[in-house]
């Protein structure tokens, strides 16, 4: 079982950036692989980012590749995900999720992949 919490959300301005964290709780965090997602109003949830367990790979949407990073810290039991000039198109709650599957599946970016999720963080960016 992994509990995740999102923080660092908040409303910014076009061209600002902003970092969010997901803190994990259990011994297992670094078995694996971590996932960023988002779901903006009236939307399906979208994936945004992938991170290895090692935190050594990563995938990225077409829509923020350039722009957001996602990292991981093992010993802190916490991915981030550093997003940088920010658009109103990004407006969104942001969640943080964990995947017990190899990071090269080619399932990645589905939300039936991960097994445990966060409830939140939302990102408002006003043009």
């Known amino acids: 079982q992994v509990q995740l919490v999102e923080s660092g959300g908040g409303l910014v301005q076009a061209g600002d950036s902003l970092r969010l964290s997901c803190a994990a709780s259990g011994r297992t965090f670094s078995s694996y692989s971590m996932g960023w997602f988002r779901q903006a109003p009236a939307k399906e949830r979208e994936f945004v980012a992938r991170?290895?367990?090692?935190?050594?790979?990563?995938y990225y949407a077409d829509s923020v590749k350039g722009r957001f990073t996602i990292s991981r810290d093992n010993a802190k039991n916490t991915v981030y995900l550093q997003m940088n000039n920010l658009k109103p198109e990004d407006t969104a709650v942001y969640h943080c999720?964990?995947?017990?599957?190899?990071?090269?599946?080619?399932?990645?970016?589905?939300?039936?992949?991960?097994?445990?999720w966060g409830q939140g963080t939302q990102v408002t960016v006003s043009s």
């Open positions: 991170i290895s367990s090692s935190g050594g790979n990563t």
């Open positions: 999720a964990a995947d017990r599957s190899p990071f090269y599946s080619t399932t990645y970016y589905l939300v039936r992949q991960y097994d445990y």
